[in-house]
């Protein structure tokens, strides 16, 4: 038995992966050790430790046989606890490149089981780590410090720290756990080790914030206490201020159902039918009645492409032209857009392509209709036929085109300037790049800015090309 040393967690696992499968090392030769995981010395067992720094000079050329999706799966894997993680990883790989490419469709292998079992407990502890880690406001001469401490039964703090460091990137904040700690201090991810709980920061204002926060997203109608407790762990409750309100809302739910009712906007939900066929939806469109947009407009405006494309445009609502066409894009601003998709290599039949209101809100001036903006409500009226659309294509990354679109998919407001050039993640497997819409860029009176403002469209587009699997754009 020989140890294969390494470290950089799952970056230097690959690396030392792709020398040793090139040198054709069977996995039952090997034990991997991660230098500074795990304090056994391989040594000590007598074991030889194995060069595969030295040896990646002779390594025959080789392309490892896994596909983009699997190597994900992987990284997370690699953030189990389970110190069998590696010898896994390297024995799938060995076994997927040398005896059988399809394997991971065989689900009653051990290997293939436990790597999909680690893989899923990894995704959800991230996910219950990006909704129950809780900062508190520590008062610094130099500008305020949110911290935060959360016990996730993996070590997966790299893993999710880039999502906090895309959501919190104007704050300073660090986030301990037991096995390591980090702080993003406006520019650079800092790491330190590990810290027990009651190192972190104690009660202070922001208690009282979150309380009010969670008050506001608080939806007494959807009260499950079971779901809860599932969705939010007992475990997690000591760190979150707001779960001693849990008592008092559950106690106001009546009556704040009955509010909710009276207050909340109508929904197109009732006019869409049951099913994840476009031609089905579309058909339906003409029916709805739950705002009086499309009553005004020529018609409603449904979306139009693949329903199996892997990236789905999102922009505002119809122009006057695709009211009369029927089409989405199809005016001036869906030439602007042709020009950036023709830049970043996408075909139109490749995607799919809608707007968050499908009827086109004007006012007459004359015998012009001049483009009103949806206001918050007709978006949220409305949003039910978008969701449909994306639940009907599931596409791995939705781009939005200007901040009505991002309200609808991302179910908040942002600015521009916070979310630009940034890979947002909604869930655990969305994707979404929020960028101009054409018709801004149209818009622009200044040459430069109107540029400048195309030049950014093209590149988001090109990296949403490369993130939804449509491949890369080489400049
Ligand atoms: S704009 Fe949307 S919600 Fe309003 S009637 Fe048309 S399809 Fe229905």
Redesign the pocket.
Known sequence: MRTVSFENGFKGWRNAARVLLAHKIEPNDLEWQERGANKTSALLWGNEEIDWQAMAATAPKMVMNVSRRWLEMAEAVSYHRNPEKWQLLYSLIWRLSYENPKLMNLSIDEQVQSFLSMEHGVRRDAHKAKAFVRFRKIENPEGDIYCAWHEPEHPLLPYVAPFFQDRFSVMKWTILTPDASVHWDGSALNWGPGCAQGEGPQNDSLEELWGCYYKSIFNPARVKIKAMKAEMPKKYWHTMPETKLIEELLFESDARVDAMIRAAPPS?ES?IPDVKDLKTLKAA?PL????????K?TQ?VFGMGSPEASLMLVGEQPGDVEDQVGLPFQGPAGQVLNIALDAAGISRDDIYMTNS???FKFRPEGKRRIHEKPTPR?VG??K??LKAELNAVRPQLVVCLGLTAALAVLGQSVRLMDVKGKVLEVGDNWKVIVTHHPSHILRIQDEGEKEAAMQELEASLKLARSLSGMGLILD
């Open positions: 197109a006019y469109l709805c009645e739950a705002c009086d947009l499309c009553s407009a409603g209101v499908k009827a007709e009226t409305c039910a036929w």
